[in-house]
């Protein structure tokens, strides 16, 4: 595999190892106004990394189409609606400032069931960065180096904070600073997994890539709507929610078409 593509891939890890390293230098967990404000921010740079990265790429691919150029998105978006729906019936998960856990009974610690959410969170963002770069590779006209690339910076810059909550309140409740951050990183390794993966299978069906590409935006947009829009507007100060998720909007649309 080429060591750009190879960087590429492993960017979003980073930003998740990076916040995971907070737990070695802050003493205290985030503040809900802050919580809010990354959840928004996170929130806005999914649903711009779905619209300019994904989609408007999946449709570009089948204007041949003509009419019926939504088409192959439409589906792909729904599959991915639909698989994210299913890990989150089948997976055994807490949200955070949530007390009551989704999915299937399971005699797990509270935070392993937080650890197991934000995976959850991070296996569409995987597949995102793999098959935009898997786009890349079999040479697709509508996928620059430089978008991949913003998808990835993108998706590393909300993974800062994914990476400190899992690591900050697991130290907090008494886990040494060494096992939460190992923690916070394992929860973001599903990432260079999943895009690993997702270039082999996309290799091998790369008429398949704008279902793909749409599956991807699918299934983040399940993880938006489903788990950090509620976060970022329940309660008081929902305002620094949605201005955060303008600026992750406004950010990520802007390295899509700067870089790409």
Known sequence: MDTNILIGIMIPFVGTALGAACVFFMKKDFGAKVQK????????????ASIWSLLIPAMEQTEEYGRLSFLPAFVGFWLGILFLLLLDMVIPHLHLNSEKAEGPRARLK???MMVLAVTLHNIPEGMAVGVVYAAFISGNAQIAAGGALALSLGIAIQNFPEGAVVSMPLCAEGRSKGKAFLYGVLSGAVEPVGSVLTILLAGLIIPAMPYLLSFAA???????????????????????????????????????????
């Open 37 to 48: 404000a990354l959840t928004g921010f996170a929130a806005g740079v999914m649903v711009a």
């Open 110 to 112: 509270k935070t392993t």
């Open 218 to 260: 699918g299934a983040m947009m399940y993880v938006v709507v489903e788990e950090l829009i509620p976060e970022m507007s329940s309660g008081e100060h929902s305002n620094i929610g949605v201005i955060l998720f303008s600026v992750g909007f406004t950010l990520m649309m802007a390295l899509d078409v700067a870089l790409g």
